[in-house]
């Protein structure tokens, strides 16, 4: 499309007046742009982007909070998760048949989170665990490291012996297993007589 203006006599030679001073402008902005100072700022800018807000963070705190607790879970979960893949294997090829054989599925894997967690938190191969049976009974499960002279006994002193206590169940079995590596010693307590079916 052509446009076709009519100029007056004077106008014209204002219009070219002014695109030289706009002229003149640009040329100088351009030129600024070489100035050391100029390549600095623009530097600095352009290093401070990544710290500037986004429109698609969590701006309020209670999003931060959900945000920052929902990393926190997933690195946790990612970390317990290589724990207990290292652990299953160890285990599993580690502990003696019997174990297996006498020992509920359940218990198990309650034995090998606890492991897991002690080695995860690069911790002695040191808890206690408690299980309540449908029956009644009660469970001490003692994980010691090692398979030394004298670590049953150890552990037998640390049972709760309480007859005076309504709750008192007196001691009905003990289940001792070694690791085949001697890394630890599981040994289980039961308390309470066990149901019989008639």
């Not at 640009?26 to 982007?49: E, I, L």
């Not at 019997?98 to 002690?118: C, G, M, N, T, W």
């Amino acid at each position: 499309m052509i446009l076709r203006l009519s100029l007056q006599t004077g106008t014209s030679a204002r219009i070219n007046a002014s695109k030289k001073r706009f002229l003149i402008q640009q040329s100088r902005a351009f030129t600024s742009m070489d100035d050391p100072s100029f390549r600095t700022h623009s530097t600095a800018v352009a290093n401070n982007t990544s710290s500037e807000f986004r429109s698609w963070q969590a701006s309020q705190n209670i999003d931060i909070q959900r945000v920052t607790q929902t990393a926190m879970v997933h690195e946790l979960t990612q970390q317990v998760s290589r724990s207990i893949e290292k652990v299953v294997p160890w285990f599993l090829n580690t502990m003696p048949a019997p174990y297996f054989r006498q020992v509920p599925e359940s218990f198990r894997l309650d034995h090998i989170k606890a492991i897991s967690a002690i080695k995860d938190a690069s911790m002695d191969m040191h808890m206690n665990l408690k299980t309540h049976l449908p029956d009644g009974r009660q469970v001490l499960t003692f994980i010691r490291p090692g398979t030394m002279p004298g670590l049953l006994l150890n552990m037998i002193k640390e049972l709760p012996f309480n007859q005076r206590s309504e709750e008192y169940m007196p001691l009905s079995r003990i289940q001792i297993y070694s690791a085949e590596d001697d890394s630890m010693s599981l040994n289980l307590f039961v308390y309470g007589e066990e149901t019989k079916q008639e």
